[in-house]
Nanobody, 115 residues
Framework: QVQLVESGGGLVQPGGSLRLSCAASGSIFSINTLGWYRQAPGKQRELVARITSGGRTSSANSVKGRFSIFRDNAKNTVYLQMNSLKPEDTAVYYC?????????WGQGTLVTVSL
């Protein structure tokens, strides 16, 4: 059994910053990929960024240069540092864990970018 618990969402003004955290617990394999997805109202869930246990990252073009993903393997925790936030970044952000053939989701945390 795997649990993913996100934290760090909230309301921020355009141009501001937020850091999301996601702690994974349970049966965590040493080789895995942690990631962040987001879903805005009326839109499909989309990938924001992913990071492998070896540190390889990938991210959506829309967040390149503004968002950074990093992880602490000792704590099984992944972070998403979000800078220069825009209103279009408003969404529920979901943490994800991929290991072997399994895919897990967190419960989501709301990020609202507005004046």
């Amino acid at each position: 059994q795997v649990q993913l618990v996100e934290s760090g969402g909230g309301l921020v003004q355009p141009g501001g910053s937020l850091r999301l955290s996601c702690a994974a617990s349970g049966s965590i394999f040493s080789i895995n990929t942690l990631g962040w997805y987001r879903q805005a109202p009326g839109k499909q869930r989309e990938l924001v960024a992913r990071i492998t246990s070896g540190g390889r990252t990938s991210s959506a073009n829309s967040v390149k240069g503004r968002f950074s993903i990093f992880r602490d393997n000792a704590k099984n925790t992944v972070y998403l540092q979000m800078n220069s936030l825009k209103p279009e970044d408003t969404a529920v952000y979901y943490c994800s864990l991929e290991q072997d053939t399994y895919f897990y989701w967190g419960q989501g945390t709301l990020v609202t970018v507005s004046l």
